[in-house]
């Protein structure tokens, strides 16, 4: 059984982690999956947004699996913290994917979990779900939360979660902006797919264009981040002229991604 499942519909990318028994938490292979699959689904042309997942209601990730972690422990594994693997580091592919991503967020995001839920551009969390950081109380380090989160949410808020290792409910989770919506347990995925669809109607090099800027910005200076041209320009697009003759005809827009 694969530890990652993907697939393609309707253009968009389903990812999900499929370890329902250990809470979908991640193990190497896990993470490798994870890696192949970030890297498809922002390589295929026909894909036009992404959406993560896990398998079940129990959770959407229990982060690092801590029963491998110990194994690996006893038979004295070297551990390698962020960025310093032969590999990309899994949190910034997901960051650097240039269509949109969306958490279907189906249970408990914790540790490792919330982290990737952080690196998606929107969250779509069920009535059930939680948000932990625990790192604090395990003695390992949140390096992608710490880093992001300060910035997606007030900095008291982001730093008493990440100092108290303590669960954010979904309710205060949406009071600090940090989920979008939220809807019944095992909605998740189907809400996400709706919202994927729509964004997925829109034009790519648009849609490629707000999230390569908006990611390579984010805490530059105004000045300097005005001034960044990423990628395509959908201003001189065959798309932008194709969005002015629909509109014209009041048809929908056919695009051709150039």
Known sequence: MSEVNYRVEDRIAVIEINRPERRNALTHE???????????????????????????????CAGADMKAGVEAADARERPRGPLTGPQRYLLEAL??????TIAALNGPAVAGGCELALACDIRIAAEHVTFALPEAKRGMGAHFATVMLPRMIPSGIAYEMLYRGAPLSVDEAARWGLVNRIVAKGEALSAALELAREIACNAPITLRRIKET???????????????????????????????????????PQWQGK
């Open 214 to 252: 908006s990611v390579k910005a984010c805490g530059q200076p105004v000045a300097v981040a005005l001034r960044l041209n990423e990628g395509l320009s959908p201003y001189e697009s065959e798309d932008r002229k194709e969005g002015f003759r629909a509109f014209v005809e009041k048809r929908a």
């Open 95 to 100: 960051l650097e994917i240039w269509k949109p």
């Open 30 to 60: 896990a993470v490798e999956a994870l890696l192949r699959a970030f890297v498809e689904a922002n390589g295929d042309p026909q894909v036009c947004a992404v959406i993560l997942t896990g398998v079940g209601n129990a959770a959407f």
